[in-house]
């Protein structure tokens, strides 16, 4: 898979050369490139901001730079998928995560500011399919701690990344569920023990066991999971 990211903190995205998703690149499973929007901008000071039209506070993405990050990165041939982090968008899920792990090339552009100019949007579906997506319901600075976030969930999907594939259906979200709890060694620690059925090489036991403790849990801290 490729991605591309346009920030203007491109060294926000340093630390995703590290762990899986390093070695990922390393590898070649991974093309992930980070690009400094400001590349894009031609004045001796490198503006990518102006006033709103219309007032308010404030300071609103250009169209400019983004409309020439968008025709250098968007291949000539097939349609990439063109993300923006947005508060405003559709929230971000395991099953988006899912989804977005199918494509071949990944665009995102990070907005900072009070956001980017409306037309950016408009024109990025000319070159693909676009879509804005939201961490959750709560206000970041920009977007590049959103699309950190979504590089990660969704590059650990990609068949290759995470050694041991069986890890990922084990996970919580992958079956509308919270996951179990887990224990290792030594069985007993500061006077608490493992849970005995743990121990008891029964593994039917231990599964209805672990599902039981899943149900329990969605129920306790994720009731809105149970509800559908
Ligand atoms: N940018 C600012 N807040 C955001 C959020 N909650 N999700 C995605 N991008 C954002």
Same mark, same amino acid.
Do not use: A, K, M, Q
């Given at each position: 898979m490729r991605i591309d990211v346009v920030s203007i %903190? @491109?060294?926000? %995205?340093? #630390?995703?050369?590290?762990?899986l998703l390093g070695k990922a690149q390393d590898s070649g499973i991974l093309d992930l490139n980070v690009h400094d929007l400001r590349e894009w901008t031609h004045d001796r000071h490198r503006t990518v901001d102006d006033t709103p039209y219309g007032g308010g506070a404030g300071m609103v993405m250009k169209p400019e730079p983004w409309g020439e990050a968008l025709d250098a990165l968007a291949p000539d041939t097939g349609r990439p998928t063109i993300i923006f982090p947005s508060p405003a968008g559709e929230v971000f899920t395991q099953a988006t995560a899912r989804e977005l792990a199918t494509r071949e090339h990944l665009i995102f552009g990070c907005g900072r500011y009070e #956001?980017?100019?409306? $037309?950016v949007f408009e024109y990025a579906a000319e070159l693909g399919e676009v879509r804005l997506i939201s961490l959750g319901d709560y206000v970041l600075n920009g977007g590049e701690v959103a699309v950190m976030a979504m590089v990660e969930a969704i590059g $650990?999907?990609? @068949?290759?990344?995470?050694?041991? @594939?069986? *890890?990922?259906? /084990?996970? *919580?979200? /992958?079956?509308g569920l919270l996951e179990y709890a887990s224990y290792t060694k030594p069985s007993v620690w500061r006077d608490r023990e493992v849970p005995p059925i743990l121990l008891s090489g029964n593994h039917g036991a231990i599964a209805a066991w672990r599902r039981e403790q899943q149900v329990e849990r969605t129920r306790a801290r994720r009731p809105d999971l149970l509800d559908d």
């Open positions: %903190f @491109p060294s926000y %995205f340093d #630390g995703l050369t590290l762990s #956001g980017i100019d409306e $037309r $650990r999907l990609i @068949p290759g990344v995470v050694g041991n @594939p069986e *890890s990922l259906v /084990e996970e *919580s979200h /992958e079956d």
